[in-house]
């Protein structure tokens, strides 16, 4: 019975611990779009829109509610609310602002939040061009008032441009183009300390609240950290997922999903994963020698030991890299040297998911590190190789690799050259 006891209180506790680590948040009251007249299915997705940016934030709920007014009824707005509060007689069942009857229970809700929101399209246009179809560009307008002090906090416009096969399609895409913009403009606003996170996701594909500006590089990555609150009460913040951005623009960035678990959520924050720009991939590839040149060596079984540098800041797709490389073979050290052979190439990356598919083609110059004493380095072969290499991402930098290629390498010198078709096995660490 003891234990019963001490098991229902840790569950009352707990409970409670949760509960007041949820009501720390910041509450903010989120209006519907008011705009002129624009149909109610664009005004549904502009909601929608907003909403994503403003539920990104750990720190806040948003409350939304239907009321569409704009930024003339912020007046009527703030001095309902003083009469909410200093009233002690019985109040009407809704108040009037604007043209708008807001139901008194809900005036009292949104007098009890932090931030008030009212957003409002002040101005849209559509067109036909020959060119591109339909386009349309809306003004949307956002007034945040500060509940607590029942003043407005600030007022902003931002700007959006859309195209499509028909009007709505054009102003459902200048809609979807709001969060872009919204979150830039949160960032820079003193009520509202955004940590940089997700503000759309479609597919594989992330949308984030960086860019060009804030230093942000194709190539670069970035952890995908979720927060979320302990049985003790605390926050515990931990990486779910990693991102690698393939597109940067002035405001935001798109990124590729390279996993996420349990998966992708509006709001998830992102820390930088702080890099020097390069993959470092160690190799080892078994060749069967076919080589039958003239001066060239023909041992059965040749190994490549080497090394490639890939440079991933500033590049997504395609990649150069450079390489070095050793071929072990007895025949090699019978002619007095070892083999150290220098190459620069390029890779494609084709990625799906933890995996990724590279095609490689390399070329270079390589020469002969002498085994006797006083004896100088010597250029020896020219030439270079093919591959295809399929690695898998283990944790968020290790990565390994299986290799299949093509390799030649022509004498320049008698008893060099060597080449053949090979397999092998590879490591890579992000650096």
């Known amino acids: 019975m003891r234990r019963l006891w001490l098991l229902l209180l840790l569950f009352i506790s707990t409970g409670t611990l949760l509960a007041q680590a949820a009501s720390s948040k910041r509450e903010i009251a989120l209006f519907g779009t008011s705009g002129l007249p624009l149909s109610p299915v664009v005004l549904t997705v502009i909601d929608a829109r907003i909403r994503e940016v403003f539920a990104s934030s750990n720190e806040s709920v948003v409350i939304g509610f239907p009321y569409r007014l704009n930024q003339a009824d912020i007046p009527g707005l703030i001095e309902a609310m003083k009469r909410l509060r200093s009233s002690e007689g019985t109040l009407p069942e809704s108040i009037d602002i604007g043209k708008e009857p807001i139901r008194t229970a809900d005036l009292q809700r949104i007098a ?6 009212v957003p409002d399209v002040t101005d849209y246009l559509h067109g036909f061009s020959e060119i591109g179809g339909y386009n349309a560009r809306l003004e949307t307008g956002f007034t945040l008032v500060d509940v607590e002090k029942l003043t407005t906090l600030s007022h902003f416009a931002v700007s959006t441009l859309g195209t499509g096969a028909s009007p709505q399609k054009a102003l459902r895409e200048a809609a979807d183009q709001i969060p872009i913009q919204l979150a830039f403009e949160l960032r820079a606003n003193p009520g509202f300390q955004f940590e940089p996170g997700l503000v759309r996701i479609n597919g594989s594909t992330a949308l984030i609240q960086l ?21 003790s009460g605390s926050l515990e913040s931990r990486e779910t997922g990693l991102l690698l951005v393939s597109g940067v623009h002035e405001d935001y960035s798109f990124a590729r999903v390279i996993y996420a678990n349990p998966g992708l959520h509006i709001g998830d924050q992102l820390r930088k994963i702080s890099t020097i720009g390069l993959e470092s991939t160690a190799y080892l590839h078994v060749i069967a020698n076919a080589d039958t040149g003239v001066g060239g060596l023909a041992p059965p079984i040749v190994y490549g030991i080497g090394t490639y540098e890939s440079i991933t800041r500033g590049f997504y797709n395609f990649r150069p890299l450079i ?3 050793s071929a072990v073979a007895s025949a090699f050290y019978a002619a007095g040297g070892v083999p150290l052979n220098l190459y620069l190439g390029a890779e494609l990356n084709w990625r799906f998911g933890r995996f990724d598919l590279r095609p490689v083609i390399a070329g270079g110059i390589g020469g002969m590190v002498p085994l006797q004493p006083g004896a100088s380095f010597y250029l020896s072969v020219a030439g270079g190789f093919g591959q295809l290499s399929l690695s898998y991402l ?4 290790l990565r390994l690799s299986v290799d299949a290629g093509y390799v030649q390498w022509l004498p320049l010198v008698p008893n060099a050259g060597f080449g053949g078709y090979y397999g092998g096995v590879g490591i890579g660490m992000d650096l």
Do not use: L
């Not at 009890?112 to 929101?117: D, F, K, L, P």
């Not at 283990?394 to 930098?397: A, H, M, T």
């Open 112 to 117: 009890g939040s932090s931030i008030a929101v």
């Open 211 to 231: 860019g060009r500006k804030m230093g942000v590089h194709v190539g670069d990555r970035y952890a995908i950290v979720t927060t979320h609150p302990s049985p």
């Open 323 to 325: 390489g070095i490389e």
């Open 394 to 397: 283990v944790g968020r930098s």
